[in-house]
Antibody
């Protein structure tokens, strides 16, 4: 059974960089697309983008200028960095398997709450 | 971006009821439509993919239908564990987008 687990700071100061990692267990990160999704009361579920195991990425244009994904196949992990955060970036961040068009998000992490506040 | 509109945003139902939730896409998405169930404090769980295919392990009382722009999630014989919020999501093109959610509450 594939499991995903998000990790990272739960509190980030405004204008700083949010960094999260998703660790995949129970299966290989290879040959799959991996997504980040966030959920805030104000905007519901928002897809941030995906990274393929070979490093190819596809970002939501709404966030593209501030987001960078990376993958470490040796550790079965992928990561999210979001720069210049504001209070509007306060949300629960989920990682999930899938994200390419015509696919489904079939495994999700439990989510991690990130609060942007000084 | 493709906009996804769900209705109703909330509904009250009783155990044993049949519940129907609709989802409309702002443009033709063929059958690239997925449904998720989310309970408080948990991640969304995939129920239906490609409009009508039941994800492995999901009870058969959940079903999906539709194509093009109009889709439906139906729950027959509603069970206590089904009270949750349901989301549709299009996978026709990126950015992937979700509906605003439909909360099913106990009457």
């Amino acid at each position: 059974q594939v499991q995903l687990q998000e990790s990272g700071p739960g509190l980030v100061k405004p204008s700083e960089t949010l960094s999260l990692t998703c660790t995949v267990s129970g299966g290989s990160i290879s040959s799959y697309y991996w997504s980040w999704i966030r959920q805030s009361p104000g905007k519901g579920l928002e897809w941030i983008g995906y990274i393929y195991y070979n490093g190819a990425t596809n970002y939501n244009p709404a966030l593209k200028s501030r987001v960078t994904f990376s993958v470490d196949t040796s550790k079965n992990q992928f990561s999210l960095k979001m720069t210049s955060v504001t209070a509007a970036d306060t949300a629960v961040y989920f990682c999930a398997r899938g994200g390419m068009a015509a696919t489904r998000l079939d495994y999700w992490g439990q989510g991690i709450l990130v609060i942007v506040s000084s | 971006d493709i906009q996804m509109t769900q209705s109703p945003s909330s509904l009250s139902a009783s155990v044993g009821d049949r519940v129907t939730i609709t989802c409309r896409a702002s443009q033709n998405i063929n059958r690239f439509l997925n449904w998720y169930q989310q309970k408080p404090g948990k991640a969304p769980k995939l129920l239906i993919y490609a409009a009508s295919s039941l994800q492995s392990g999901v009870p058969s009382r959940f079903s999906g239908s539709g194509s093009g722009t109009d889709f439906t999630l139906t729950i027959t014989n509603l069970q206590p564990e089904d009270f949750a919020t349901f989301y549709c999501q299009q996978s026709s093109s990126t950015p992937l987008t979700f509906g605003g959610g439909s909360k099913v509450e106990i009457k």
